[in-house]
């Protein structure tokens, strides 16, 4: 990380301290994941996420100490927000798909306060997924700020787990609530290149950033499988009307959302979507 933000680099070294504060020697790992491990972090629009990893079980006091200390009241977060998962070293290594976390935390001036003391208190609609494949982006590219290489402390996927949370990430950004119309939809580029992202994924066998993703599949002039037999062209499947959605549809609506990252306008709700379902489909199958 020798070209990494120097006030994102400070904020790391001192998360670990404090980390260790609390933990002492059950600390056994600490990683930088997403967009840091990833080399396509943005002072301004990015996240921080970290996943620590424990010798064992945390009781709730050490939990709720965790928390109070590294919270951004305590340790102001320099990104959007910090996005903080702890895990025991026998799940990190386990390869399982379940959240499997002892706690996480989301905090930041731009980021609402959120703690859960434990995996079976994550809400179902909130997605089970997220914690598998970020285990899995981490095994590739997380970055250890304490503790062996990530490719040591986090097993991967197998590739049927790999395809299943996926497909359930895309069904869940295809439940959430679109702005109606055809006009440009603010955070319609992160559901298209996230999308971007998951193929990326299938087909190559490597995580990329979602802007590099978005560009390895303009690339490979193979941006989305068609949509599904029967499926009647310029639908979505609930009745959004986008119009072609051919390669070229879908060369442009990534382009547009890679812009839209710069200060582009990015594409419609109904763009996205349509662009997301061919990507599970492909992805399904």
């Not at 066998?205 to 068609?226: E, H, I, N, T, Y």
């Amino acid at each position: 990380m020798t070209d990494l933000d120097p006030h994102l680099r400070r904020y790391l070294t001192d998360l670990v301290a404090a980390a260790r504060d609390v933990l002492g020697d059950d600390l056994v790992g600490a990683y930088a994941a997403g967009s840091v491990g990833l080399g396509a972090y943005q002072p301004g629009r990015s996240d921080v996420d970290v996943a620590l990893v424990c010798a064992d079980a945390l009781d709730p006091g050490r939990r709720r100490e965790l928390v109070a200390r590294l919270r951004h009241e305590a340790l102001p977060c320099p990104a959007r927000g910090l996005e903080l998962v702890v895990y025991r070293r026998e799940v990190a290594r386990s390869g399982t798909p379940e959240p499997g976390f002892e706690v996480e935390l989301n905090t930041g001036a731009r980021m609402p306060f959120r703690a859960t003391w434990a995996a079976a208190d994550r809400p179902v609609e909130d997605g089970l997924f997220w914690y598998g494949l970020d285990r899995s982006i981490l095994h590739q590219s997380g970055y250890a700020l304490l503790g062996p290489p990530a490719a040591e402390a986090f097993a991967d996927l197998s590739p049927a787990d790999l395809r299943r949370l996926l497909a359930d990430a895309l069904r869940w950004w295809l439940a959430l609530p679109t702005p109606p119309g055809d006009g440009p939809a603010p955070g319609a580029e992160d559901a298209v290149l996230g999308a971007c992202r998951s193929l990326v994924r299938v087909r190559h066998g490597v995580w990329l950033s979602k802007v590099d993703a978005g560009r390895r599949l303009v690339a490979d002039g193979r941006p989305a499988a068609p949509t599904a037999a029967g499926q009647p062209a310029g639908a979505t499947g609930d009745g959004e009307a986008v119009g072609a959605t051919g390669d070229g549809r879908a060369v442009d609506v990534i382009e547009r959302s890679i812009a839209a990252r710069a200060g582009g306008s990015p594409p419609s709700g109904p763009e996205a979507r349509a662009f997301q379902r061919r990507v599970l489909d492909e992805i399904s199958r």
